[in-house]
């Protein structure tokens, strides 16, 4: 298996403009988990799916991110307006509801 | 909600040494303790995971005690090698495919 896929690797926006970042889970997962990870803050989770339900969003930040999961091989997360203070380095994990937790290589996103 | 806190922030030990981090948790409810090693630049990788009826688990150099009493759980590495060097994350949760919670992070550092 290939793992937990994300793409962009990298992403260079300005501010103000829109983000996507993608997410392709191991195949059979049925658990998707967004989390961020900064120096000040370590790994923060955002927002987590249990067969392509969100169960929890507390942690997304404000309103300028959302998350989807249309179906069980995919997922995006949106940020828009983007902002320099989201700058950082987005982590998609997945699972087997009940078993361990991969993660893909993640997004690395500058705001300028 | 959970607090998961780590020590030490960073660790430098000489090779053939050991080195131990540890961490406390604060939600009673937690029973899955998994912990990640995470590589420059890659997604945090799971090493090794203890779950809350289990006193110690070990696989080969590495260890990790849980106390639950005390909500403290540790990571113990043997005889480390160059190739130990990374960051070290612990982490709590009510269960596996649950949302994890992280601390810190420990920057370990192998000199040869």
């Known amino acids: ?112 | 909600g959970e607090n998961v806190e780590q020590h030490p922030s960073t660790l430098s030990v000489q090779e053939g040494d050991s080195a131990v981090i540890k961490c406390t948790y604060s939600d009673s409810a937690s029973n899955y303790f998994p912990w990640y090693k995470q590589e420059l630049g890659k997604g945090p990788q799971l090493i090794i995971d203890i779950r809350s009826n289990v006193g110690e688990k070990k696989d080969q150099r590495i260890a990790v005690t849980l106390n639950k009493t005390a909500k403290h759980f540790s990571l113990h590495i043997t005889e480390t090698q160059p190739e130990d060097s990374a960051v070290y994350f612990c982490a709590a949760s009510p269960g596996q495919g649950y949302a994890l919670n992280f601390g810190k992070g420990t920057s370990l550092l192998v000199t040869p």
């Open chain 1, 1 to 112: 298996d290939a793992g937990v896929i994300q793409s962009p690797r990298h992403e260079v926006t300005e501010m103000g403009q829109e983000v996507t970042l993608r997410c392709k889970p191991i195949s059979g997962h049925n658990s998707l988990f967004w989390y961020r990870q900064t120096m000040m803050r370590g790994l923060e989770l955002l927002i987590y799916f249990n067969n392509n339900v969100p169960i929890d969003d507390s942690g997304m930040p404000e309103d300028r991110f959302s998350a989807k999961m249309p179906n069980a091989s995919f997922s995006t997360l949106k940020i828009q307006p983007s902002e320099p203070r989201d700058s950082a380095v987005y982590f998609c994990a997945t699972a087997l509801v009940g078993e361990k937790l991969f993660f893909g290589s993640g997004t690395q996103l500058s705001v300028l």
